[in-house]
């Protein structure tokens, strides 16, 4: 049988002091401002996002886990934290799209900057950039995890502790109040959810001042000891007086939602003029100690009125070498031509896509019209057709009617040429009778006349 521990991810003190950040010159101080710094980001993006609460204790865990293998210094606090919440909402089966996440980040660094909000459009460079860091952290994230991401949280212990120890009810909101707290320390790593739930209801207890039993003590029977649960409430307590967290950059990667390549090109015409500038300033410096060495030195001058004149020369002299390079260099600055920033080359390169994607966007516009008029030819030609189908069943229709006409025409001859040749009949046979008697009568008078024959 395999047998998998999937939650033995707890740390020692001394494994804490001896986190890899301390490692990179990050002192204490600065790591717990840094790791509450990121919580509050998990917490108001996940509130943002309408995700559920769970979602959000298992982005902090995750995080507050990946940052006792990683320094701070190599992985950016911002990031790591949009990528806990990217891949908490798909492990507690409440997903959101990366481009959700991403536009709620840069919305949330823009309001806690002071900056203008613009909104991060999904096609452009910055958002892709974002994007491909965002999977990239969550792959290392998976990495230093080993895939194994389940997390037990003592919220589900904290319902059953008060009920078996029969609190009162506005104990309970208070104790999840302060669970939700202890996940912004590294309580979650270091101690059991049994253990922090007891520290956590113990706490709430002592709040509302309502005695718990402690003849036997109660947290035995939730296997806790009396030196965890007095190490909760000592984290908490700091916790609490400490001051709200701001971002320290600390990361060699810089920024990551708000700084772009753009504010970088910007800073970059100033530096030059530094370096021009600097030229001039040594030449004063260089003049300037002679001067003083012609008025610290008696001897050279004679009189004080002279070293006075001396001195005064001196620096004429200074200041007119000094005018002549700047003239040259402003000479030298009009006749140079102006050479297009990285900014221009951009804002150049975007003009450009937007007139390819106006023009994409004409000639789908010409297909569909085409496809418009296609169809109402084709609707035209149905019509046609379906009229000349109704016409030929017309012409059908007429002929059929001929056609009885025609045979209720020759029935009704039929009956009229009947009853003329019965009476042709009946004529005849009066005729033949008449011949018959007539021939009869002619033999009786012959037989007569002549009575030999």
Request: charged fraction near 35%.
């Amino acid at each position: 049988m395999i047998y998998t521990a999937i939650d033995t991810f707890y740390l020692t003190d001394e494994q804490l002091k001896n986190s890899p950040s301390r490692k990179d010159g990050i002192d204490e101080a600065t790591e717990t401002t840094l790791r509450i710094y990121g919580c509050d980001l998990i917490q108001e993006s996940g509130i943002l996002l309408r995700l559920p609460q769970v979602v959000m204790a298992t982005g902090q865990v995750l995080f507050h886990r990946f940052y006792c293998k990683k320094s701070f210094a190599r992985f950016n606090v911002k990031r790591v934290a949009a990528s806990c919440v990217w891949l908490a909402s798909k492990l507690e089966e409440s997903l959101r799209k990366a481009r959700q996440v991403l536009i709620v980040f840069h919305r949330m660094e823009c309001r806690r900057e002071n900056l203008p909000v613009v909104h991060l459009d999904p096609f452009s460079k910055k958002y892709a950039e974002l994007k491909t860091h965002l999977s990239r952290t969550e792959r290392h994230i998976l990495k230093e995890m080993g895939f194994i991401c389940h997390v037990e949280h003592p919220h589900k212990f904290i319902s059953n502790y008060l009920a078996t120890l029969k609190t009162p009810p506005e104990l309970r909101q208070e104790a999840w109040n302060l669970a939700n707290d202890s996940l912004r320390t590294t309580l979650c790593v270091r101690f059991k959810s049994e253990v922090v739930a007891c520290g956590v209801v113990y706490a709430a207890a002592r709040r509302f001042q309502v005695p718990l039993p402690e003849n036997e003590p109660w947290w035995e029977v939730f296997d806790a000891e009396k030196s965890a649960i007095d190490e909760v409430c000592r984290v908490l307590a700091h916790l609490y007086n400490l001051p709200k967290a701001q971002y320290i950059p600390v990361c060699k990667d810089g920024d990551s939602f708000t700084s772009s390549n753009k504010s970088q090109d910007s800073q970059t015409p100033p530096v030059s003029k530094e370096v021009l500038q600097s030229g001039p300033s040594a030449n004063n410096d260089t003049v300037t100690p002679k001067a003083a060495s012609a008025l610290i030195n008696p001897e050279s001058g004679g009189s004080k009125n002279s070293m006075v004149k001396q001195a005064l020369d001196m620096l004429k002299e200074s200041k007119k070498g000094d005018d002549d390079p700047k003239s040259m260099a402003v000479e030298g600055e009009g006749r140079e031509e102006p050479i297009p920033s990285k900014s221009e080359h951009r804002t150049e390169a975007s003009g450009e896509r937007n007139k390819e994607r106006d023009k994409e966007r004409e000639r789908e516009r010409d297909r569909d019209r085409d496809r418009e008029r296609e169809r109402a030819k084709a609707r035209d030609r149905d019509r046609g057709r379906d009229s000349d189908r109704e016409r030929e069943r017309d012409e059908i229709d007429k002929d059929r009617e001929k056609v009885k006409d025609r045979k209720h025409r020759s029935k009704d001859k039929g009956k009229d040429s009947g009853g003329h040749s019965e009476k042709s009949r009946h004529h005849s046979s009066r005729d033949r009778d008449y011949h018959s008697s007539s021939y009869s009568s002619r033999e009786k008078d012959r037989h007569r006349h002549h009575p030999y024959s």
